[in-house]
Nanobody, 122 residues
Framework: QVQLVESGGGGVQPGGSLRLSCAAS????????MGWYRQAPGKQRELVAT???????NYADSVKGRFTISRDSAKNTVYLQMNSLKAEDTAVYYC????????????????WGQGTQVTVSS
C-alpha cells in the first residue's frame, strides 16, 4: 500500500513564507512525477507545480517566481517552498505522485495525499 503524507501547512500573514513537504511510502519501485495541487473553497482543484524524475519543473502562472518545487528522490519526498504568499494562495494543498509499485511490471497509478491547509491572512 502506498501513502503520501503532507506536512508544513498553517497560517501566515501576506508576504510570509511556508514550506510544504510530502513523503511517499510503501512498496514503491519508481516515482515518475510528483506535484502539488490546491483547492480553494468553492473552486476546482488546480495544478500548482510539478517536478519530474529528471527534475524538470512546471509551475502555474499564478505562482511563478514565488514558489519553488524540489524533490529528494532518495527519500521519495517532494517540497514546495512558498514565498511572498498572498491571500489568494489560501487553499488545501494536495501532494500527488505518479508512480509504479510492487515490481518493474507492477501497477502504475497516481496517488494523492490527504491535504494540508494553508491560510494566508492578516
Amino acid at each position: 500500500q502506498v501513502q503520501l503524507v503532507e506536512s508544513g501547512g498553517g497560517g501566515v500573514q501576506p508576504g510570509g513564507s511556508l514550506r510544504l513537504s510530502c513523503a511517499a511510502s510503501g512498496n514503491i519501485v519508481i516515482i515518475y512525477t510528483m506535484g502539488w495541487y490546491r483547492q480553494a473553497p468553492g473552486k476546482q482543484r488546480e495544478l500548482v507545480a510539478t517536478i519530474t524524475s529528471c527534475d524538470s519543473t512546471n509551475y502555474a502562472d499564478s505562482v511563478k517566481g514565488r514558489f519553488t518545487i524540489s524533490r529528494d528522490s532518495a527519500k521519495n519526498t517532494v517540497y514546495l517552498q512558498m514565498n511572498s504568499l498572498k491571500a489568494e494562495d489560501t487553499a488545501v494543498y494536495y501532494c500527488n505522485a505518479d508512480l509504479r509499485r510492487d515490481a518493474l511490471w507492477g501497477a502504475r497509478d497516481h496517488y494523492w495525499g490527504q491535504g494540508t491547509q494553508v491560510t494566508v491572512s492578516s
